[in-house]
């Protein structure tokens, strides 16, 4: 237990698996950690071990540590840990001006980007924490919360599930009574209303939080528990799984809380904070895999039930205010290689996703086909074969149907395409796992100008889109079911020329660019 304390949930999974060996002058038969549970991209293993410095310390002793050359830049940080020097940082936000509407310098404006949209955010966020329920012993519970409940973390955390108040709502904010959640702690019953302002579904955790109540006795201690999960847990309420754009909220505040918390082990359980009786669809059920071994678990898994959990947190919710990345306002003119790069990188690894290119003398294009009823390219065809005309142009037109393409293949494709060109729709999502030099053309926005253009912002890859009204010919003026005249709800024809001239000039920008030169002279070596 002291072991878990020291060096976190991240850590345990790890620890755990510690062979007993002195370290003497000899070369001990096997390692002295299971140095494959910290799967991380080999540019992220530097920042973890200067966050864990008992893994570094191991490693130092340990002659079959394989990170031996990471130890030799320890001095790097996030961004978001105490006496990170500047230029030490993962990364910092590129602003080409100043908008006065936001920040009056350059400087201003690429710190306020930082701290909307990058690992400042999570600086902000650990900045909040406070205790709201303080253990006096070790083998008390414990509650500590960001700013309105959005991140909480919780120790030796008494859940009593045997009254559960199941109804079609998933996120009834009345179905936690007094006493059916808790710890043995001191609560400030005053510091935890306070933080109610923001109470939401998915925008807080203050309604599951709200009866947070002082126990008298251990729950795990004294015998109150039917069920003790000794597995690091993460609580999630969840948006739309039908949907790329909405449910990959989940996955980036997963990742983000993550950070926060200094825990990136895959040895955990998730559990699904839903209140229904229902099930949850899930058309991305694979990217899980890149933060639990395990399936995800429904909280009526629990009923019927009294369930102490030893170490978790509830991870940042899907539709925060001023959250990530679901309508985030953003600073204009500014884009990082930051936090979303490395969620892309994170989960790229995990998920075993391969880079194949670049190719030379070849550029990559994925068209990205719409079978659905709206926004589907009238005259695809047309621009599909213009684009087989240039030589230098490998084409591709894919149709991301979740029953046709399993989506590990939609990300192996994506990955491996340097200039991504969609209609406005979810599916441009998959702009987050296109390599660092891509571009992606949104090819037309249907007047929802910031949606995938921030986005594109927040990964740091170059974003175009169609400019010109008069080149291009919807098919009527749309029809939304309620609303009337809508341009998303028609289809659409565009000029051969101005698209080839857009393409092209995205492939000269990913020619140039020095990632994908370097990367193809690492290849000819």
């Known amino acids: 237990m002291l072991l878990l304390v020291a060096l976190g949930a991240v850590i345990s999974s790890v620890a755990v698996s510690i062979v007993k060996a002195e370290i003497g002058n000899h070369k001990p038969a096997s390692p002295l950690l299971n140095y494959s549970r910290i799967s991380l991209p080999p540019e992220h293993i530097p920042y973890f071990l200067s966050n864990n410095k008992k893994v ?14 990471a130890l030799q830049n320890l001095s790097v940080c996030w961004g978001y840990e105490r006496n990170c020097e500047a230029e030490k940082r993962f990364s910092y936000p590129v602003c080409t001006k100043a908008n006065s509407g936001w920040a009056h310098s350059l400087d201003a404006a690429q710190e ?72 043995r702690c001191q609560l ?13 579904p998915l925008q807080s955790w203050y309604a599951e939080l ?11 201690e004294d015998g109150h528990c039917d069920i003790i999960i000794e597995k690091p847990t993460v609580f999630m309420k969840l948006d739309a799984g039908v949907n790329m754009y909405h449910h990959f909220c989940d996955f980036v505040n997963l990742y983000i809380s993550q950070h926060i918390n200094n825990s990136f082990s895959s040895d955990i359980n998730i559990v699904m904070w839903d209140t229904s009786y229902y099930g949850y669809g899930d058309l991305f059920s694979e990217t899980w895999r890149a933060f639990t071994e395990y399936d995800i678990i429904h909280l009526k898994t629990y009923d019927s039930k009294r369930v102490c959990f030893k170490d978790s947190f509830f991870s940042l919710l899907p539709r925060m205010r001023y959250g990530l990345f679901y309508n985030t306002p953003l600073v204009t003119d500014c884009h990082s290689e930051g936090m979303f790069r490395a969620f892309s990188q994170h989960v790229l690894h995990r998920l075993n996703i391969p880079q194949k290119g670049p190719k030379e003398g070849r550029v990559r294009v994925t068209l990205l086909a719409r079978s659905t009823e709206y926004r589907r390219i009238r005259n695809q065809v047309e621009l599909v074969n213009a684009l087989k005309t240039v030589p230098l142009l490998e084409v591709s037109v894919v149709d991301y149907k979740y029953k046709d393409v ?57 974003y175009v889109t169609w400019q010109k ?4 010919l919807p098919q009527d003026k749309g029809h939304h079911p309620t609303l009337g005249d809508h341009p998303k709800f028609t289809n659409y024809s565009f000029d051969v020329g101005e698209f080839m001239r857009i393409v092209l000039e995205a492939a000269d920008y990913v020619t140039q660019h020095p990632k994908w030169r370097r990367s193809i002279r690492h290849d000819e070596l």
């Open 406 to 462: 399993p989506f590990l293949e939609q990300l192996r494709i994506t990955h491996n395409s340097d200039i991504f060109i969609g209609m406005h729709g979810a599916g441009l999502t998959h702009l987050l796992f296109l390599p660092d030099w891509a571009t992606v053309f949104e090819l037309y926005n249907c007047q929802d100008e910031s949606c995938y253009r921030d986005l594109a912002r927040l990964r740091g890859i170059r």
């Open 112 to 183: 306020l980007f930082w701290k909307q949209a990058d690992f400042g955010y999570v600086k902000e966020r650990r900045s909040e924490l406070k205790t709201l329920c303080k253990a006096s012993e070790p083998e008390d519970s414990s509650l500590r919360c960001s700013s309105h409940a959005r991140f909480c973390r919780a120790t030796n955390l008494y859940l009593d599930l045997r009254n559960p108040r199941r109804s079609h709502e998933r996120y009834d904010e009345d179905f936690i009574h007094t006493g059916e959640i808790g710890g």
């Open 469 to 472: 009204s008069d080149k291009v």
């Open 188 to 200: 400030n019953k005053r510091a935890l209303a306070a933080e109610g302002d923001h109470k939401s």
């Open 210 to 220: 709200q009866t947070y109540s002082e126990l008298n006795f251990h729950p795990i």
């Open 56 to 69: 570094a310390k191991l490693c130092r002793q340990d002659p079959l540590c394989p990170f031996k050359d």
